[in-house]
């Protein structure tokens, strides 16, 4: 894996570790912190994947697009387009005043970073 690749996958691992801590948090758990990173974490997994592959990465927040850019070089990741619609906008839904993550929202952004993490860091080779 190239040295770029490894930065935007430590990024990507600080986003869900913090998603992890506002998880388990007993007392006033940040949901929003917990959707916010998710689409962070997947995010940056996407631009990893893009990285090392030797593709350009956009300056973009909106995982279909880059979903997009990904799928000729990792074809698995077609599987996730429905939840990455989803999850994207949980990247800006609940960051400004007028909305905020219900436990639901939080643990089902949870489940979609989990398993595309898992995946991607399959495709990448990481231990």
Avoid at 30 to 41: E, K, S
Avoid at 66 to 72: G, I, N, R, S, T
Wanted: glycine share 6%.
């Amino acid at each position: 894996m190239n040295m770029l690749t490894l930065e935007w996958v430590e990024k990507a691992e600080g986003d869900f570790g913090t998603l992890q801590r506002e998880w388990r948090a007993r007392k006033n758990p940040n949901y929003d912190g917990v959707c916010f990173h998710a689409q962070q974490c997947v995010e940056k997994y996407l631009k990893a994947i893009l990285q090392e592959a030797g593709r350009p990465i956009e300056k973009t927040h909106d995982l279909v697009a880059l979903l997009k850019a990904v799928v000729p070089v990792a074809p698995l990741l077609e599987s996730y387009r429905e939840v990455m619609r989803h999850l994207s906008n949980y990247g800006v839904v609940f960051r400004y005043p007028g909305a905020n993550a219900t436990r639901e929202d939080a643990g089902d952004a949870r489940k979609i970073c989990t398993s595309v993490r898992e995946t991607i860091r399959q495709q990448l080779g990481c231990q």
